[in-house]
Structure formats: C-alpha cells, structure tokens
Nanobody, 116 residues
C-alpha cells in the first residue's frame, strides 16, 4: 500500500496550492479519503474528507469556503485545492485512507508553508 502526496511548498499569504495524493495497493474507490495536517507539538487534525459511496465532503471549520477536496477514482488520486492561504495553514499535510472509522493507511506527508 502506498499513498504519495505532492504539491506542497512555500506560498505567500492569500495564495493557492493544490495537493495531490496518489494511491496504490488497495481498492481506492471503496475508501473514504481524507487530508489531515500537523504542526510540531500539536495533534494531527482532520482538514477535509470525501466518502467513497457518494462523494460526500466534510471540512474543518477553519478551512471551509477556502479548501476543496475532490477525488478521481480512475486515477486513484485525491486532491486538496487550497485557496486564500493563511500563515496558520502552515503544517505538514497528510493523506489518509479509511474503510471504517479509523484511518487505515497514511502518506508520508508534504510540507506547506505560508509566509511572506
């Protein structure tokens, strides 16, 4: 099983980034996919999730109306479009895949830094 994130980097406040997570080794279309983020000294937090059955999306309050999660089952990839980025969005972003209530698989993470 592999989840490989890409698209992180340094961006100025107000800018945009698009993260991608390419999956392999499991039945992607059956898993809820999610993005999480973590800063040093804090717990990993859920940013956004998209279900397998009906593409239902949920977002953390802190990113609503700025971030959009999407998935392409044919490409086995989940995306996170991040707009109007703020310095407090700086974190390592992780992709997760879950079949039940807990994340089964994690990616290695990609750094997002929002700074002028």
């Amino acid at each position: 099983v592999q989840l490989v994130e890409s698209g992180g980097g340094l961006v100025q406040p107000g800018g945009s980034l698009r993260l991608s997570c390419a999956a392999s080794g499991f039945t992607f279309r059956r898993y809820t996919m999610s993005w999480h983020r973590q800063v040093p000294g804090k717990e990993r937090e859920l940013v956004a999730a998209i279900t397998a059955a009906d593409n239902r999306k949920t977002y953390a309050d802190s990113v609503k109306d700025r971030f959009t999660i999407s998935r392409d089952n044919a490409k086995r990839t989940v995306y996170l479009q991040m707009n109007s980025l703020k310095p407090e969005d700086t974190a390592v972003y992780y992709c997760g895949a879950r079949f039940g209530s807990r994340v089964d698989f994690w990616g290695q993470g990609t750094q997002v830094t929002v700074s002028s």
